[in-house]
């Protein structure tokens, strides 16, 4: 499967409750922090759910 980098770009000082714990989940924690993550639909779920807080880097 493909892998994607995801970056948080944008604080999560703010967001609701679940979005930080989705956050959590991929693995960021602090403002500019790179993870890479199997592209699986759970992933890409997660990551849409805060689409305005990451940006996938290529």
Not at 2 to 29: F, M, N, Y
Request: proline residues 3%; glycine residues 6%.
């Amino acid at each position: 499967m493909a892998t994607i980098k995801v970056k948080q770009v944008k604080s999560r000082i703010g967001a609701p409750k679940d979005q930080k714990r989705t956050l959590d989940a991929l693995g960021l924690r602090k403002m500019n922090k790179v993870v890479e993550h199997e592209a699986t639909p759970s992933i890409l779920g997660m990551i849409n759910k805060v689409k305005h807080l990451v940006a996938v880097v290529e």
